[in-house]
């Protein structure tokens, strides 16, 4: 399996951003897909995941309101719509995967064994 963020850069707090997470190699139906950040200096944490077959969405409280994820199973993408963005959010943010994930499991990202190679949002004051 092979993901590959996209969609970071340069925006200005209050505005959005939209975050793409690719996938190849595997069937992607079966996946859960989420995405963590991690900000300079800060652990990474649990951003939002969309469930594998019926797509289940699952958001942390830092995008509650804010962020929205979807996922299109037939081009094999993940997106996180990100809204009314604060300097907070300035992280790389990673998309992950893991297949038949538990729903215990899909805050942590030790669960999950695939991973993209992350993409920088700023958010400027």
């Known amino acids: 399996v092979q993901l590959q963020a996209s969609g970071g850069g340069l925006v200005q707090a209050g505005g959005f951003r939209r975050l793409s997470c690719s996938a190849s190699?595997?069937?992607?139906?079966?996946?859960?897909v989420a995405w963590f950040r991690q900000a300079p200096g800060k652990a990474r944490e649990f951003v939002s995941a969309?469930?594998?077959?019926?797509?289940?969405?699952y958001y942390g409280d830092v995008a509650k309101g804010r962020f929205t994820i979807s996922r299109d199973n037939d081009k094999k993408i993940v997106y996180l719509q990100m809204n009314s963005l604060e300097t907070e959010d300035t992280a790389v943010y990673y998309c992950?995967?893991?297949?038949?994930?538990?729903?215990?499991?899909?805050?942590?990202?030790?669960?999950?064994?695939?991973w993209g190679q992350g993409t920088l949002v700023t958010v400027s004051s």
């Open positions: 992950a995967a893991a297949i038949f994930l538990h729903d215990d499991n899909y805050r942590t990202d030790q669960y999950y064994n695939f």
């Open positions: 190699g595997c069937a992607f139906i079966n996946y859960t």
């Open positions: 969309v469930k594998f077959g019926l797509g289940t969405k």
